[in-house]
């Protein structure tokens, strides 16, 4: 049996219909008409032979199927474009270096990094860790070209360009119960961290006492705080698993917000290719 392929220009559309929940909406973004839209899910949809939508009167929902296959074709049109992208993209060689903080290097940058090589085999990245402060005191030294920073939501004046936004929450260990201790012991950054200057406030707007009882830059240090039941830490919401767990209904205040923006040192054709795939990647987990 003969498997049949899939055309990117109808997982194109297929996405598009995804994310909008109209075939109305998708059809003003991939510019066709909603009748032609769905002539391709329909041939989609007997060429898998199994329902990828749910039609309602206003919407549409996927099935599990559909939602099965929304993965896949993400991953398959960005392949596409990857490489189609290495021979059409003019070749770059020599180096770049970006600094960011350790949770964005172990969370986003090794995808980042994979796609960007394969892309620009000749290019030699250079990435360092480090915090915010360090590493917008390196671009300004020359030392980096590019940096991903994070910023409280109360800034007004933001370096760079907003790449991504993601609630802060407070969190433990899975059998912790350091949050029921007053005053609440906290494991935070060193000065000058987002993060920490975010929950320091709510804490005090709110009255809550406590105390700061361990201080790490690096995720994994604040995570070994709590494990050992020594503290609670505000983390961003996709950093929270097992077996970490999010402390919610335990009368601590929200805390609101944060943004990661991207700082670059200048504009040439290797830093803007390592910068688009970075903005892309932020897109992508959106």
């Not at 270096?97 to 085999?121: N, Q």
């Not at 402060?133 to 370096?159: C, S, W």
């Amino acid at each position: 049996m003969t498997i049949p392929l899939l055309d990117n220009d109808v997982l194109r559309t297929f996405v598009a219909i995804s994310e909008c929940g109209t075939f109305t909406g998708a059809a003003k973004l991939v510019h066709r008409t909603p009748s032609a839209l769905s002539m391709q899910i329909k041939q989609l949809e007997n060429t898998l032979g199994k329902p990828l939508f749910i039609r309602e009167p206003r919407q549409v929902r996927l099935t599990a199927e559909g939602e099965a296959l929304l993965d896949y074709s993400r991953r398959l049109l960005r392949l596409n474009e990857e490489a189609v992208r290495y021979f059409l993209s003019p070749t770059l060689e020599g180096k770049v270096g970006i600094g960011t903080s350790d949770d964005v290097g172990t969370r986003i940058l090794p995808e980042v990094l994979a796609e960007f090589a394969r892309s620009y085999p000749a290019v030699a990245i250079n990435v360092v860790v480090g915090s915010s402060k360090q590493n917008l005191a390196r671009l300004d030294a020359g030392e980096l070209d590019m940096a991903l920073v994070t910023v409280a939501e109360e800034t007004h004046d933001i370096r760079g360009e907003v790449v991504h936004e993601e609630p802060l929450v407070w969190a433990g260990w899975e059998t912790s119960s350091a949050f029921s201790r007053t005053p609440l012991p906290l494991a935070v950054a060193h000065e000058g961290c987002a993060w920490r200057r975010m929950a320091l406030r709510a804490l005090e707007q709110s009255g809550t006492p406590y105390r700061i009882a361990y201080t790490c830059e690096h995720c994994s240090g604040q995570e070994a705080a709590m494990a050992a039941d020594l503290a609670v830490a505000p983390f961003p919401k996709s950093l929270v698993h097992s077996p970490l767990r999010e402390i919610g209904n335990q009368g601590l205040p929200e805390i609101g917000a944060y943004q990661l923006a991207l700082v670059r040192r200048g504009s040439n054709q290797l830093n803007d290719a390592l910068a688009r795939h970075v903005k892309e990647a932020f897109q992508r987990i959106q």
